[in-house]
């Protein structure tokens, strides 16, 4: 059993930044992919970012070249640096964690889930 915990969402302007984090305990995150997704309010839940285990990223399109994640294994910590923030990146923020490794933009296919961190953009 894996525990998440985000931390580090809160009220930015437009262009500022943020970063989150997502702390696991029950067992170290080394061997799963780890990925983030948010949900708007009416929305549904869309992906955001993905790591796998070896360190192989992916991006939604929408925050290709101002999102980045990064892993921490020796602090079982993933993070999600995001940078030149915009209204429409407003969303509950959610890290999960795969024992898959493919299919990392489908929230079905991860295992775990952590309660999720609000990011809210004001202009």
């Known amino acids: 059993q894996v525990h998440l915990v985000e931390s580090g969402g809160g009220l930015v302007q437009a262009g500022g930044s943020l970063r989150l984090s997502c702390a696991a305990s029950g067992r170290t995150l080394r061997s799963y992919a780890m990925g983030w997704f948010r949900q708007a309010p009416g929305k549904e839940r869309e992906f955001v970012a993905a790591?796998?285990?070896?360190?192989?990223?992916y991006y939604a399109d929408s925050v290709k070249g101002r999102f980045t994640i990064s892993r921490d294994n020796a602090k079982n910590t993933v993070y999600l640096q995001m940078n030149s923030l915009k209204i429409e990146d407003t969303a509950v923020y959610f890290c999960?964690?795969?024992?898959?490794?493919?299919?990392?933009?489908?929230?079905?296919?991860?295992?775990?889930w952590g309660q999720g961190t609000q990011v809210t953009v004001s202009s």
């Open positions: 790591m796998s285990s070896n360190g192989i990223t």
């Open positions: 999960a964690a795969s024992n898959v490794a493919y299919d990392l933009r489908y929230p079905g296919k991860y295992d775990y």
